[in-house]
C-alpha cells in the first residue's frame, strides 16, 4: 500500500516527508499499525547521520510510536484489529533473557532492533528505486502507516491519548527504569542524574513512585533552563558542569565527601563518565544508559574500582519489561504521578526537519509527531 514517511536518502541529509510503499503482505509475526503519533528520540537522530553501517540508507527511523492495529499476521495472538497500542523494542521471545522477562538483553536484540530489516534478509518499504532500510527497532514509526514485529506491541486503553504517550516506547521507559530497576535506591542515598533532557527528567519524576525519596538528588546538566526544570520534578542539589572546574570535586563537594550511590548518564561522553566513576561511593552504581560515539570507550582506575566495590553497569531500554512496565508509567501518569507529558511539544509530521532542529538545540525536551 502506499502511505507517507519520513525517508533519510543518505547519512546527514534532512527527513525527506514523500510517498512511499509499505508491504502489507504480513510475516506470520507481524501487525500492520496505523500511526498516530510517534516520537523523537536522539537515538533516530544519531542514526540518521550514521556513516559506518554498510547499506543503511535509504532508510526510515522512528521507534517510539503509538497507533491502531489495523491489520495481524496470521499467528500474532497478543493483540487484535482495533487495539491501540504503544510501540517499543523488539524480542525474540523464546531465549533465557525473554524468557526471565529481560527482554532488553535478548540474544536477536541486536538482530531485530538494528538490523534494519527483516530476519529473511527483506525490507517492508520501497520507493520506486528500490528497497528502505525497515525494522528500526522492529517498527520503523515514521511512517502512516507502518508493518511492525508484534513482540513491539503493548496495548493500552483506546480512551488515552496516543499523541501523549507514544514516548513512553524509549526515552521515557530507559529514564524511568534506569532509576527504579537499576539504581534501586532507598531513603539513604544520594542519587544523581546527569543530563537532564527527556530520559534524565523521567529518571528524576521515577523517584516519586518510590515509598521514600532519597535524601539528595543531584541533577547535572549544561542548560540553566533544563537545570530550572530538575528542581520542579524534585531535584534537591544542582550542577552546571560548564562552570565548575571539575566534576568530580563538584560531586564530592554535594556528597560531604562520601561519594554519589547512584548515577546515571545520559551523555555517553567518556570523560563525563571517568569522573562520576571517581565520585561513586562505596558499593555505588554508575549506570550508562547515553551512547555518544560507537566507538566510545573511557578508562577505569582498576585499584580505586576494586577498593571500593563500585560497580559501572550498562542499561539497554532501563532493563524494563515493557509489557508490565509501561502500563505502570501510564497508570502512575493518570494518577498524577509521572507528569511527562509536561516535556511534550507536538509538531505535524511533516514538520520532522524543524522538531529535530528544536530538540537539538535544546529548544524542546520532547517532540512528538503527530500523523494525519
Known amino acids: 500500500m502506499i502511505t507517507e514517511a519520513l525517508l533519510v536518502q543518505e547519512a546527514g541529509a534532512p527527513f525527506s516527508y514523500q510517498e512511499v510503499t509499505v508491504n502489507d503482505n504480513l510475516r506470520d509475526d507481524e501487525v500492520l499499525v496505523e500511526m498516530k503519533a510517534t516520537g523523537v528520540c536522539h537515538t533516530d537522530l544519531n542514526f540518521s547521520k550514521e556513516k559506518t553501517i554498510p547499506g543503511l540508507f535509504p532508510a526510515i527511523f522512528g521507534h517510539e510510536g503509538a497507533g491502531i492495529i489495523v491489520k495481524t499476521g496470521p499467528k500474532v495472538n497478543n493483540t487484535n484489529t482495533g487495539d491501540h497500542v504503544i510501540l517499543t523494542y523488539s524480542c525474540c521471545g523464546d531465549c ?41 527497532f522492529g517498527q520503523s514509526s515514521f511512517s502512516k502507516y507502518a508493518a511492525v514485529k508484534a513482540k513491539s506491541v503493548v496495548k493500552i486503553g483506546k480512551d488515552l491519548p496516543l499523541d501523549s504517550l507514544a514516548p513512553l516506547g524509549c526515552g521515557i521507559m530507559t529514564g524511568a527504569g534506569a532509576m527504579l530497576n537499576v539504581v534501586k535506591p532507598n531513603a539513604d542515598s544520594i542519587v544523581c542524574v546527569v543530563g537532564v533532557g527527556a530520559v534524565g527528567l523521567a529518571a528524576l519524576m521515577a523517584l516519586k513512585l518510590l515509598p521514600s525519596p532519597p535524601k539528595k538528588i543531584i541533577a ?114 493518570q494518577g498524577g504521578k509521572f507528569p511527562f507529558t509536561d516535556l511534550i511539544a507536538k509538531y505535524p509530521a511533516e514538520d520532522m526537519n524543524n522538531a529535530a532542529k528544536d530538540v537539538l538545540s535544546g529548544k524542546v525536551i520532547k517532540a512528538v509527531l503527530v500523523w494525519k
Open 96 to 136: 533465557k533473557y525473554c524468557h526471565n522477562q529481560e527482554t532488553s538483553y535478548c540474544y536477536d536484540f541486536e538482530k531485530d532492533n538494528f538490523g534494519f530489516q527483516r530476519h529473511d534478509g527483506s525490507k517492508s518499504y520501497s520507493t520506486k528505486d528500490g528497497p528502505v532500510s525497515s525494522h528500526f
Open 220 to 333: 547535572v546538566d549544561v542548560v540553566p533552563e533544563r537545570l530550572e526544570l530538575a528542581k520542579k520534578y524534585g531535584a534537591t542539589d544542582f550542577i552546571n558542569s560548564r562552570e565548575v572546574g571539575d566534576l568530580k570535586s563538584a560531586l564530592m563537594d554535594v556528597s560531604d565527601g562520601k561519594g554519589v550511590d547512584g548515577t546515571i548518564d545520559t551523555t555517553g561522553r567518556p570523560e563525563v563518565v571517568e569522573n562520576l566513576l571517581e565520585a561513586t561511593a562505596k558499593k555505588g552504581i554508575v549506570v550508562q544508559v547515553g551512547v555518544g560515539a560507537l566507538t566510545a570507550d573511557t578508562p577505569v582506575r582498576i585499584f580505586h574500582h576494586v577498593n571500593a566495590g563500585r560497580q559501572y553497569v550498562g542499561c539497554a531500554m532501563g532493563s524494563c519489561y515493557p509489557q508490565d512496565f509501561i502500563p505502570m508509567l501510564v497508570e502512575a501518569w
